[in-house]
């Protein structure tokens, strides 16, 4: 059959981190320790959890369509009107909602090299032109990507910090780029690990919209909140932006319990902190760990760190796989010696230490 949108003949499907159960059942163990999706290791907040379990008899109703007292949260938390608030199945829900409002076969959206892989996945999926823009120092180069700006380009993507680098960018560094961007370009601004962040010269997206109408700020439940399993997001943009959204939205697309769990999250600011506190020490350990073996790295401010093998990645993480702990290998990145690893609990952290010291010695 023949495909209409030429760009979805080439696209290649987002790889998920392999599943625990697949592993165990390959492997015929049990232990396994999964650092591979970027996932908080505390597993839930309890109250998200209450909040979850309240909402069992209520799952035969849709949920409310609009989100209303989850944007009404939000809207007091971030001091925002709940207008410029756009809800996700996920944040890449929202990606996938501005690529579709703003993007056209005859368009183009601008990126990083080595950024996150859902912003050419939902460009090509429009059939548009997505160009990746050289990295500097492995992370965003703003100077490029402005110039790498067109009269086609619609819409910029900018992830603060980038996944799968853990690189970030200055208030004064995005500030710079934004006044250079044309105001018709849609800049987001993916804020997925902003919790994480301890910089003082780090940008809160939200406090920039006020400058700038074309600025659209992604931010989600899945990391620091601990939700990535209920699928849970949101944009904040000017309120028509988040009209134009809303236009071409799924209904329905927040489910219950991520709401009533998204709600709750929200308001357990001991969870948050517990989250940000048990990832500041695993990513100390992991990097003193890394010292000690004499392996590179890239200094990340997310909740995971790319570690440089010093050899092809794909054996090395297969090898892992072996051991019963799942990583990611960023290949597709075009970071053939680096594998990605989320930051676990500490007893997690040092059996991907045991195992990576084995393996990188036996393959030696
Ligand atoms: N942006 C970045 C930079 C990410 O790394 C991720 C998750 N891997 C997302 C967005 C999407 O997260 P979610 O859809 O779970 O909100």
Do not use: C
């Not at 990606?95 to 859902?118: D, G, K, N, P, W």
Request: zero cysteines.
């Amino acid at each position: 059959i023949e495909l209409a949108n030429k760009g979805v003949q080439g696209l290649q499907p987002y790889q998920p981190g392999k599943p625990v159960e697949e592993l165990e059942r390959e492997l015929g163990i049990t232990d396994i320790v999964k650092l591979a999706s970027n996932e908080n290791p505390l597993g839930p907040s309890p109250q998200a959890l209450a909040a979850i379990q309240a909402v069992l008899p209520e799952l035969t109703r849709y949920p409310d369509g609009n989100g209303f007292r989850l944007k009404a949260a939000l809207a007091d938390k971030l001091g925002v009107e709940a207008a410029q608030i756009t809800l996700g199945n996920g944040s890449n829900d929202v990606l996938e909602m501005i690529a579709r409002s703003y993007l056209t076969a005859h368009s183009a959206s601008v990126y990083s090299q080595h950024a996150f892989a859902v912003y050419p996945i939902v460009t090509q999926a429009i059939g548009a032109q997505h160009i990746a823009v050289p990295a500097k120092d492995w992370g965003h180069d703003l100077d490029a990507m402005a110039e790498a700006i067109t009269d086609k380009t619609r819409v910029v993507f900018v992830a603060n910090p980038n996944n799968p680098t853990g690189t970030w960018l200055t208030e004064s560094e995005v500030r710079t780029f934004l006044n250079k961007v044309p105001p018709r370009v849609i800049v987001v601004l993916d804020e997925a690990y902003t919790e994480y962040v301890d910089k003082t010269d780090f940008p809160d997206g939200i406090a920039l919209l006020k400058d700038y109408p074309n600025l659209v700020v992604t931010r989600t439940f899945s990391k620091a909140y601990g939700l990535a399993g209920l699928r849970i997001g949101y944009s904040v943009s000017n309120p028509e932006v988040a009209d134009i959204l809303n236009r071409i939205r799924q209904p329905f697309n927040a489910n219950l319990a991520a709401q009533e769990a998204a709600i709750a999250a929200l308001s357990d600011e001991d969870y948050l902190k517990r989250s940000v506190a048990v990832n500041a020490e695993g990513m100390a350990y992991l990097e003193g760990e890394f010292n000690r073996l004499g392996l590179g790295f890239i200094p990340s401010v997310g909740n995971f760190i790319s570690v440089d093998v010093g050899q092809p990645a794909g054996p090395v993480d297969g090898a892992l796989l072996r051991e019963g702990v799942i990583v990611r290998s960023v290949a597709p990145y075009q970071m053939p010696d680096h594998l990605r690893v989320s930051i676990g609990t500490m007893d997690e952290n040092r059996r991907f230490i045991e195992a990576l010291e084995k393996v990188l010695g036996a393959l030696s």
